[in-house]
């Protein structure tokens, strides 16, 4: 017989400062607010890019134990385990079409793939115990051209190389849907992210008639491969994403991420705009170094949206260095406790 969770039990402290619930798995926990239902007892909580090793480097000589690995460290601090799987095709850097010519072959192998298959079924187990939360990685089709021809030459070649910029997406295209059909005949993931940075602070990188040009004709092909599967797909870009949501809809997206509030991204804006728009990240980063007080608060800005449902609340990048351990600790004690308000009895439904 199920036991009835009490309020002792999303309270109860335990030596890591983190109120530990009884009931549903991590992945559980992740789904169901993926899918806009309330959890029992608490949210996820999860690091979706967890920290620098600036930072963690820092926090061994403030105490934390050097003997413990990535998944270790999450576990220690009691976050639940988010994994991202993925594969990225070599890159190197290219000015023309006899560049890339030259060196494609060395980057869509099957041998990537392989590697990341084996990944995925050493998870397999553990994943459909639900003991952890699966994000698949896709480097995206701004994001991968860069790489290929560095930050400053990409932007040109949106109009000094159109046709070699569709000929590396359309490659990019058929290496993503091979490695993504791979990896879900292994399992199903929890959400697939692409990888973007496609904004600044200002805004978007690209136009509207260069995305829709240049990327949507591929996001069109590669995310309906995880969608048949019932998996949600996000787009991760940094900076200020919000006048691109209307674009990332139109290609199939589920939701975005990170969320950076330096940009002045603003999560309840997003939900009453898109109020079935999946999120994650979101917490403000630089407020980690402030005391208890701050931190405090930047809860109390997200926890309205937390409790909407569609909302993983997470760091809205990886953890500076200029974090302590005690600030992280304290940062960890507050997540347990909103992460609970957020799934009280008599708080404000899911829309």
Same mark, same amino acid.
């Given at each position: !017989?199920?036991?009835?969770? $009490?309020?002792?039990d999303?309270?109860?402290?335990m030596?890591?400062g983190?109120?530990?619930?009884?009931?549903?798995t +991590?992945?559980?926990?992740?789904?169901?607010?993926?899918?806009?239902?309330k959890?029992?007892?608490?949210?996820?909580?999860?690091?979706w890019?967890?920290?620098?090793?600036?930072? $963690?480097?820092?926090?061994?000589?403030?105490?934390?134990?050097?003997?413990?690995?990535?998944?270790g460290?999450?576990? =220690?601090?009691?976050?639940?385990?988010? #994994?991202?799987?993925?594969v *990225?095709?070599?890159?190197?850097?290219?000015?023309?079409?006899?560049?890339?010519?030259?060196?494609? *072959?060395?980057?869509?192998?099957?041998?990537?793939?392989?590697g990341? @298959?084996?990944?995925?079924?050493? /998870?397999?187990?553990? =994943?459909?115990?639900?003991e952890?939360?699966?994000r698949?990685?896709?480097?995206?089709f701004?994001?991968y051209?860069?790489?290929?021809?560095?930050?400053?030459?990409?932007l040109?070649?949106?109009?000094? =190389?159109?046709?070699?910029? =569709?000929?590396?997406?359309?490659?990019?295209?058929?290496?993503?849907?091979?490695?993504?059909?791979?990896?879900?005949?292994?399992?199903?993931?929890?959400?697939?992210?692409?990888?973007e940075d !496609?904004?600044?602070?200002?805004? +978007?990188?690209?136009?509207?008639?260069?995305?829709?040009?240049?990327? /949507?004709?591929?996001?069109?092909?590669? #995310?309906?491969?995880?969608?048949?599967?019932?998996? +949600?797909?996000l787009?991760? $870009?940094?900076?200020? /994403?919000?006048?691109?949501?209307?674009?990332?809809?139109?290609?199939?997206?589920?939701g975005?991420?990170?969320?950076?509030?330096?940009?002045? @991204?603003? @999560?309840a804006?997003?939900?009453k705009?898109?109020?079935?728009? /999946?999120?994650?990240g979101?917490?403000?980063?630089?407020?980690?170094?402030?005391?208890? !007080?701050?931190?405090?608060?930047?809860?109390?800005?997200?926890? +309205?949206?937390?409790?909407?449902?569609g909302?993983?609340?997470?760091v809205?990048?990886? $953890?500076p260095?200029?974090? *302590?351990l005690?600030?992280?600790?304290t940062?960890?004690?507050?997540?347990?406790?909103?992460?609970?308000?957020?799934?009280?009895?008599?708080?404000?439904?899911?829309?």
């Open positions: !017989m199920k036991r009835v969770m $009490t309020s002792d999303r309270t109860r402290v030596g890591n983190v109120g530990k619930t009884a009931g549903l +991590p992945r559980e926990r992740f789904q169901r607010v993926m899918a806009f239902e959890p029992e007892g608490r949210l996820p909580m999860v690091e890019a967890a920290w620098w090793d600036k930072t $963690t480097d820092r926090w061994k000589t403030e105490g934390l134990s050097a003997d413990l690995d990535w998944e460290t999450l576990r =220690h601090f009691g976050l639940d385990v988010l #994994v991202c799987v993925g *990225s095709p070599h890159s190197a850097g290219i000015q023309n079409q006899a560049d890339y010519d030259r060196i494609k *072959s060395g980057l869509f192998l099957e041998e990537n793939i392989a990341a @298959v084996r990944h995925a079924a050493s /998870l397999r187990e553990r =994943h459909e115990r639900g952890v939360i699966i698949i990685w896709l480097d995206g701004f994001w051209p860069r790489r290929l021809f560095g930050i400053e030459n990409h040109f070649a949106f109009y000094d =190389h159109p046709d070699l910029m =569709h000929q590396i997406n359309r490659d990019l295209t058929a290496f993503n849907i091979k490695y993504l059909n791979a990896v879900l005949d292994v399992l199903t993931p929890d959400m697939v992210g692409f990888a !496609m904004s600044y602070n200002n805004g +978007p990188m690209l136009s509207k008639e260069a995305f829709d040009e240049f990327l /949507l004709p591929y996001y069109r092909q590669v #995310v309906p491969v995880a969608k048949a599967r019932g998996v +949600p797909v787009v991760d $870009t940094d900076g200020m /994403l919000e006048d691109m949501i209307p674009w990332l809809l139109d290609a199939g997206m589920d975005i991420y990170p969320l950076e509030r330096q940009s002045g @991204v603003d @999560v804006r997003i939900r705009n898109y109020p079935r728009l /999946l999120m994650m979101g917490y403000d980063k630089m407020v980690m170094n402030k005391g208890e !007080m701050a931190m405090r608060a930047e809860f109390e800005r997200l926890l +309205p949206v937390m409790r909407t449902g909302f993983i609340p997470s809205d990048h990886q $953890t260095p200029g974090v *302590s005690e600030n992280y600790r940062y960890i004690r507050l997540f347990g406790e909103y992460a609970a308000r957020a799934c009280d009895a008599g708080a404000p439904s899911v829309p």
